[in-house]
């Protein structure tokens, strides 16, 4: 099973296609997401989180916030102060409605914007991080340049994000599980099949995490530390300025 026959070609990627496709799929996001992981992305979430070692005090940024699990995680830990930026309205809706639920004590700004170019200062933010959000960026070069402008000199980036495994056996495993299985639970949970098949698109075409290394240095991180986790199905980079 090859991934070109299993891709679609010249994916939009342009923010308000990604913004309104984000929007359109809120409703049963959340849902879908805890089917189709079993859960597995929370514990990543939390070795990410783990990695960053956020400290009380420390500004963070949450890019692509979405629903905010991430950030929401975070604040469990009683750590830091967050601010949400995401390209879709509905997300952040989401994500405020789940923080006033939560009762969380911490503020959760979030600003409804495009994290290309973001409107913060230089050397605004301690931390950023970014959860499952790198491969809907249309410029990943330009996406962790913009990044690293905004966080002071020494601070620090987490990503984590889903990978192709090198195995061959495992890899063909995770693209039968994206191209065939995945689009059958969206079925069968009425959601919306052509914004799915993007996000499975999206996985398969991201760079290699070794491509995606060089790209991280070339916008001025230094990678400290990178995690392979569940078979190369997933990978945390923590990265410092």
Request: with cysteine; hydrophobic share 40%; net charge positive.
């Amino acid at each position: 099973m090859s991934l070109a026959s299993n891709v679609v070609k010249d994916m939009d990627k342009r923010p308000s296609r990604i913004g309104g496709m984000f929007d359109d799929i809120t409703p049963t996001y959340d849902r879908l997401n805890l089917l189709m992981s079993g859960s597995i992305d929370r514990r990543w979430r939390k070795r990410t989180l783990d990695m960053l070692d956020i400290r009380p005090g420390d500004k963070v940024l949450d890019i692509a916030t979405g629903t905010g699990d991430m950030a929401l995680q975070a604040m469990a830990k009683n750590s830091g102060d967050i601010v949400g930026i995401d390209l879709s309205r509905n997300m952040l809706l989401t994500a405020l409605g789940k923080w006033r639920e939560r009762r969380e004590d911490a503020p959760y700004p979030v600003l409804q914007g495009d994290a290309l170019k973001s409107p913060f200062r230089d050397g605004s933010f301690d931390k950023a991080m970014v959860a499952f959000g790198v491969r809907n960026m249309i410029d990943v070069d330009k996406f962790l340049r913009e990044v690293h402008r905004v966080l002071r000199p020494g601070g620090r980036l987490a990503v984590v994000e889903l990978s192709i495994p090198r195995h061959p056996v495992i890899r063909e495993g995770m693209i039968f599980y994206l191209t065939k299985l995945m689009p059958l639970v969206v079925r069968l949970q009425k959601g919306d099949a052509s914004s799915y098949r993007y996000l499975c698109d999206s996985i398969i075409t991201f760079p290699s995490p070794e491509v995606l290394k060089g790209k991280m240095a070339a916008a001025g991180f230094t990678p400290l530390e990178i995690k392979e986790l569940t078979l190369g199905a997933c990978h945390i980079y923590l990265l410092e300025k």
